[in-house]
T-cell receptor, first 113, second 116 residues
């Protein structure tokens, strides 16, 4: 079972920030929050991950609440090419090489001109 | 990031034939690879975990005799769909786990299988 809850779909205007929420209320202390996205007919692409501190890279920012029960992925200036399904995954595999990532339903982000 | 390739990218075959899909980690060694299947508008579903030098571990409901997995080297895992049927038509995606410098999972571009 996926351990996360995400909205099924979201729209965002091109050039605006896209804020994608994720609930993971049963996350355990050693589990990381990962975000991947999948553009139509392609394999998933890694975006960012974090444990408890907020993280930022060239693609996005990840904001994790203090209780770690939810997080938000922020795409600061969404473009049409950011239209994709975004998956939020909690995973303890950094501590276990054999674990695989389990995908939930994800959020289908549509960036509109 | 590291690169994982899949071949072929798409394949069309007749019902009853077998199809082999290759997954390669191009710039790192992967003792563990994973095979996922994705139906239209659905999420990725794990089929099996492929371990180099040992038998694959299959998820519940996945027929190991139908979906043969061979992880013969640290950079190559193959998935063979035997006696394919139209209901096997799907998007098959592999991923490979890299342990050095730290534990990460990288995905291939996927293979679109259509069984006529």
């Amino acid at each position: 079972d996926a351990k996360t809850t995400q909205p099924t779909s979201m729209d965002c205007a091109e050039g605006r920030a896209a804020n994608l929420p994720c609930n993971h209320s049963t996350i355990s202390g050693n589990e990381y929050v990962y975000w991947y996205r999948q553009i139509h007919s392609q394999g998933p692409q890694y975006i960012i991950h974090g444990l408890k501190n907020n993280e930022t890279n060239e693609m996005a920012s990840l904001i994790i609440t203090e209780d770690r029960k939810s997080s938000t992925l922020i795409l600061p200036h969404a473009t049409l090419r950011d239209t994709a399904v975004y998956y939020c995954i909690v995973d303890g595999s950094l501590n276990n090489a054999g674990n695989m990532l389990t995908f939930g339903g994800g959020t289908r982000l549509m960036v509109k001109p | 990031g590291a690169v994982v390739s899949q071949h072929p990218s798409r394949v069309i075959c007749k019902s009853g034939t077998s199809v082999k899909i290759e997954c390669r980690s191009l710039d790192f060694q992967a003792t563990t690879m994973f095979w996922y299947r994705q139906f239209p508008k659905k999420s990725l579903m794990l089929m099996a975990t492929s371990n180099e030098g040992s038998k694959a571990t299959y998820e519940q409901g996945v027929e190991k005799d139908k979906f043969l997995i061979n992880h013969a080297s640290l950079t190559l895992s193959t998935l063979t769909v035997t006696s394919a049927h139209p209901e096997d038509s799907s998007f098959y995606i592999c991923s490979a786990r890299r342990l050095i410098p730290y534990n990460e999972q990288f995905f291939g571009p996927g293979t679109r299988l259509t069984v006529l």
